[in-house]
């Protein structure tokens, strides 16, 4: 596949780079309301549902911010990898890693107390994430393999042997009389549980709340940030300017793969308790809409895991009028289909307003 | 011995035509230089409006015709995307996934009120008289006409793109598009006429699933096997023989991991059954680093063409 | 009846007007030259020929049909056939796919590929030349691809067919080969015009030739008539301000740079570079000269850091510097202006400040430990800003909104800025207006008599002329010679370009006599 060197021009910095996602999701939501009217069914109520489903209460806002800070996390992911202009598809295979390596953690290791035994199963779930990105590094700089070919492989090799051999085989629970192994990884100690604030919030929200914020000021503010940036915007202006391009781009993926593991990492200790059996994955993916909604950028991308977190977490709610709780999904999936047709967006708004925001150089480019 | 070979081959021919029609969708879309990450979803598209459009006629033949229109609608907005618009092909392709994913979930949920659909006639086999008796080449006899149809859709592809000008322009425009343009030749026809064949194709695929393979669409459909065809596609090294002989290399030793569990249980215990369902995407990732070979992609593939770019 | 005829056609692109006014007939069978600097018309002309761009006013003409060629389409319809600079050819595909692409021979709906072999063999051998219709485009030589152009051309009928700069990527045997066929096809009643800047090889093969200068034809002379002096003359047209000599102010002084008999493979892994040795001397201008191709962009690659030598050795004021990285060149004080401004000089997506800080982002005033430091950053970008006359004056705009004086201002702004020992400055004025080359040259000449040492590697004879304190010429990645600046003789340079020694007479002549 070769160099896809639009994309830096399409999320390049740019002025207005809130406008397209906010105009992306509002389409996104209209064209859904439709759709569920022309089922049949009340969309004013089903809207009502999902947005009081994720916001309405206490035990809410608990599903809410976990939902929120795995995607943010994921969508730092990807986001982080743009940053030097690569195609993180690969957020799903870092987060299934993390997942194991968190669950195994969780219980063959007892340190007797939840301060030590968290921080040592976030970091080496995140150092995880990081080696299973640095595979995807090391081919592109050493080999040459395009990212996103290679990330999609990974993904598939990290869910196939983790949840076709590790978690059934070597490292599936046992029960304590017999040989034969149960579904799932073993349970985690109490130790490994994350710890919730007000009973219901999920520590993993000011995690991920910290992690977009540290993301930027690396990004804006450090010099490393700035050669990560300049890679992204042309790699061979910045090898030429004495920036060691390979070590940057290991940085970029070891850091987007940290992120991923750590969301692994926040699914298990917060919510399984255990690597389970079946494991309902696709926050990896759901990464690349949320860092693309959120326009590449680290608080952006917190914006959007923030709106998209509050109406998954009330989809579940949705389903008392009969439509699916992955409804929102379908949401979130349409934001990104419009976010890449922003030419058309573009276009129209330069139809309407005489000229758009940047729109003549993004229509040209 | 034999009989294992046997079911193993007898299986591959039950499992490989999903697989074998997605990469030769993926195959003919990336030749003319439009990335393809949007296989999965025109797959799963295929699936639903299959069994739905059986599920109404009565005739599975229908519902093939239907899975492929549902492909290639998904394949022509992709088209559309990348080609009038020049979008970024890879995210246009992995949102359709997600909007294919999300759309098909709330139209079984609105129209069956549950995650499958009811069980669906499915399309005949065809068994071959004579052969019930021959040890091996029995195994041939009783499969789906889409195993047949998956056998000789390589062969046609393979004819149309090195032995017909069509191909050769679909070539040209896949490697170069500024050359084929000075001679006269439509670039964003040829693409447009490659995606909406990749997308009859995948959709084909999909459908293959739920009115052939099984006979009933469920959620889960189709479960990574565009993600399957695209590493087909990659380790075929983009040729339609190649993305045959992967993907019939890809479903055999899904066959042999199901084949093998069965018939040899302990079997499980030496080879666990992740390696080989991990194995095609390990062995794609050896090609793509130069450990078994050397495989590269048409030299225009992905980049949208601006025919003010010289 | 002429084969094509311009009559009063003009063309404007924005306000600039890149032809004015142009009248021209080209008689069957000639061999035409167009010549002019960089930015003077000529390809501006020959794609209005070729129906690429419409003429904003005039018309044009074809063997005197009445047509507007409003597409390329509609060009090869008429006779014309185009070889653009950057061959149009499909890599991994084989000479007669190539050639018959578009209008392929069918036989009972397949592709016909023996008819389309024996169709290259035979315009080939018509015209004299051999082809060999089953290689693969990738595999064969650049000649070998002009000649697939070529014939290209012929195989849709062109009667008239329309050169861009064939010459300017080819050895010098290869050039000798294309005038043989260039011959051929106008002996062949074909007509061919060909652009070039080369003056030796526009006297040796064309009947006539006509001079462009900012979007005017400003003279149509007979080749037999004319040479090369006169030519240029017309063709500069004036004694160019700011490429007038002014010799260093003082004498050159220690090594800064030296290369020790260096040798460095191109990207495709052949021999770029041969046990090359040169020095660069403090205050002073070492100008390389030479056709495009001869290793200039390999060496710019080597004394950077961004290119490995296979052999010899690199000092940077005698430091050892072979295998570092451009990072340790940058910090042994080797500054790089590179030819490819847009994708190598800058990041384009980012703001004039950051571009500015570029390479020095580590260092104050650009960073405070491992942070940046956004107003130290702002205020040095304001100063120099200032001082290179960067417009608009805003280091908050992003590079890629800057006009293309600008964006070199910027990186030279920057690498001078850097208080660097060796300026490498490559292909400086390529693309720019007047004001800025003059500016630009002024700006070289002060940082020698500041004590830099600068390699100047261009393509432009004028430029190496008018700056250089001594000239090496290269030639296949070796060394023809080195010669003073002062009094240099450009015909004595043109052959070592060439691949003689200054003594003996070039080939080209050889071949035309």
Known sequence: MADLGLRQKLFGPSRHWLLVPVLSVLAALAICFVAIWLTGKDPVQGYAKMFGGGLGSLRALGDTSLKTSILTLTGLS???????????????????????????????????????????????????????????????????????????????????????????????????????????????????????????????????????????????????????????????????????????????????????????????????????????????????????????????????????????????????????????????????????????????????????????????? | MLELIEAILASTLDFAPSIVLAALGGVISERSGVVNLGLEGMMRLGAFFAAAATLATGSPWIGLGAGMLAGAVGALLHGWLCIRWRSDQVVSGIALNLVALGGVTFLVEALYGSTDTERTATIGKLVLPG???????????????????????????????????????????????????????????????????????????????????????????????????????????????????????????????????????????????????????????????????????????????????? | ???????????????????????????????????????????????????????????????????????????????????HQHFMLVPPLTVAENVVLGSEPRRFGMLDRQAACDKVREVAARFGFELDPTAKVEQIGVGMQQRVEIVKALYRGAELLILDEPTANLTPQEADDLYRVVRGLSAAGKTVIFISHKLREVLSVAHRVGVMRRGRLVATVRAAETNAAALSELMVGRAVAGMTRSPSARKAGAALLSLDKVSALNDRGFPALRELSLEVREGEILAIAGVDGNGQAELAELVTGLRQATAGAIRAAGDEMTGQSPRAFREAGIAHVPADRQQRGLCLPMRVDENLALGRHRKPPFARGALIDGSGRLERAGSLIKEFDIRPPEPSLLARALSGGNQQKVILAREIDSAPKVLVVVQPTRGLDIGAISLVHDRLRRERDAGRGILLISLDLDEVLALADRILVLYGGRSMGEVSGEGADEKALGRMMLGQSSSEPARSEVANG
């Not at chain 1, 976030?122 to 080696?131: C, D, N, P, S």
């Not at chain 2, 447009?192 to 999909?206: F, P």
């Not at chain 2, 499980?268 to 050397?294: E, R």
């Not at chain 3, 003409?61 to 319809?77: N, Q």
Request: aromatic share 8%; glycine share 12%.
């Open chain 1, 78 to 365: 990807v986001a982080l990898a743009f940053s030097v202009g690569l195609f993180n598809i690969g957020a799903e295979g870092q987060l299934v890693v993390g997942a194991l390596v968190a669950a195994w953690l969780g219980h063959a290791f007892a340190p007797g107390t939840a301060l030590i035994h968290i921080p040592i199963i976030l970091i080496a779930a995140a150092l995880a994430g990081a080696g299973w990105a640095s595979i995807a590094a090391w081919l592109k700089v050493r080999r040459g393999v395009h990212e996103v070919i290679s990330t999609i492989m990974l993904n598939w090799i990290a869910i196939h042997l983790v949840e076709s051999w590790l978690v059934v085989g070597p490292l599936a629970a046992r029960s304590t009389q017999s040989q034969v192994s149960l579904p799932g990884t073993a349970q985690i100690e109490a130790t490994a549980e994350l710890p919730r604030l007000m009973g219901e919030i999920n520590l993993g929200l000011p995690l991920a709340l910290g992690m977009a914020v540290a993301l930027f000021v690396l990004l804006k503010w450090t010099t490393a940030g700035f050669e990560l940036r300049a890679i992204g915007a042309s790699s061979e202006a910045a090898r030429a300017s004495g920036i060691d391009v390979a070590r940057r781009t290991y940085l970029a993926m070891a850091l987007a793969g940290a992120c991923a593991g750590l969301a692994g990492a926040i699914l298990i200790l917060g919510v399984h308790r255990q690597y389970p059996a079946i494991f309902h994955g696709g926050y990896g993916f759901d990464g690349i809409a949320i860092s693309l909604i959120g326009g590449n950028h680290p608080l952006g991308a917190l914006l959007a895991a923030a709106f998209f977190g509050i109406i998954r977490a009330g989809g579940t709610k949705l389903q008392l009028l009969q439509i699916h709780r992955t409804f929102p999904e379908l949401i979130q999936g349409l934001a990104l289909l419009l976010v890449a047709a922003q030419m058309i967006t573009r276009h129209l708004l330069t139809k309407v307003a005489g000229r758009a925001p940047q729109g003549k150089e993004a229509i040209d480019a």
């Open chain 2, 131 to 310: 052969l019930d008796s021959v040890p091996l080449l029995r195994a041939l006899s009783g499969h789906s006409w889409l195993a047949w149809i998956a056998l000789a859709a390589p062969i046609v592809m393979h004819l149309v793109l090195y032995r017909t000008a069509l191909g050769l322009r679909v070539l040209a425009v896949g490697e170069k598009p500024q050359a084929a343009a000075t001679l006269g030749v439509s670039v964003a026809g040829i693409r447009y006429g490659c995606v909406l064949a990749s997308g009859l194709l995948a959709g084909l695929g999909g459908a293959s699933l739920s009115v052939s393979t099984l006979d009933q669409f469920n959620n889960h459909m189709p479960a990574g096997q565009g993600f399957i065809a695209l590493a087909a596609m990659v380790f075929g090294k983009w040729t339609p023989l190649g993305a045959f002989g992967a993907s019939a290399f890809f479903a055999a030793a899904n066959a042999l991991r199901i084949s093998l569990a069965s018939s040899i249980p302990w079997i499980k215990d030496v080879i666990p059954s992740g390696f080989l369902l991990a194995l095609p995407y390990l062995l794609t990732l050896l090609l793509l680093a130069g450990f078994v070979g050397k495989a590269r992609a048409p030299a225009a593939d992905g980049v949208p063409y601006d025919p003010e770019v010289r």
């Open chain 3, 1 to 83: 009846m002429p084969a094509l005829s311009f009559s009063h056609v003009s063309k404007f692109f924005g306000p600039m007007a890149a032809l004015a006014d142009v009248s021209l007939e080209i008689e069957r069978g000639e061999i035409f030259a167009l010549v002019g600097e960089n930015g003077a018309g000529k390809t501006t002309l020959m794609n209005v020929a070729y129906g690429l761009y419409r003429p904003d006013s005039g018309t044009v003409r074809v063997f005197d049909r009445d047509e507007v060629i409003g597409s390329p389409g509609k060009a090869i319809e008429l006779g014309v056939g185009m070889v």
